[in-house]
């Protein structure tokens, strides 16, 4: 059976922190350097600075198969560069991979939607990376529309 509940950071807070670090580490292009130290660190201070468990910083849903964590989907906000407004943003879903393509994902993007509406948000964003392409087929299913994209090249 499959739960789709609020984190709980005593019981979810390691497996939550290993398999968003997985994907947020998958994030990097392939074939930019990571000096992988560096990078545990800074993953350290995205967990410190926006909080899981902190309510005012993120809402955080989990998906359970069988009280087996699944996944999870993790939304914070961004601050609109040309006006300010502050909206969700969704900083990570993730699906452990034995428990894909089941529809674990949209499950929980389903619950984060409910209480977007429930707490009268009217758009949510994110981004995603060019090299996944899973990712943007699973947001193109979900009704995702590219508002725009960034660019960047060597100096
Ligand atoms: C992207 C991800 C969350 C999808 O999770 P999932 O539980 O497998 O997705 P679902 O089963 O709910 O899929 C919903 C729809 O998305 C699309 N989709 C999902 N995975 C896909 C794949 N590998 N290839 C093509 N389409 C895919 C399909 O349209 C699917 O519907 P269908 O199965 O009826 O065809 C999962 O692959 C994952 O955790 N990836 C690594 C983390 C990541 O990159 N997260 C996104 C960046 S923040």
Known sequence: MTVFRAYDH??????????NQRTFRDSVPPGEPVDEAEFR???AWLLEHFAPQDPARSTVFVAEVDGQYAGHIWIGTQTDFFTRRVDP?????????????KGI???????????LRATRQATVGLQVMAHN?????????????????SLVRKV
Request: no cysteine; charged share 30%.
């Open 133 to 149: 392409d899973v990712a943007a087929k699973f947001y193109a299913k979900l009704g995702y529309k590219a508002r725009a994209s």
């Open 41 to 43: 660190k800074h993953h």
């Open 10 to 19: 005593r019981r979810d807070a390691a497996a939550f922190r290993a398999l």
């Open 89 to 101: 943003w969704i900083f990570d879903i993730s699906v452990l991979p034995e428990f894909r393509r």
């Open 105 to 115: 994902a949209r499950g929980l993007h389903d619950h984060a939607l409910k209480h």
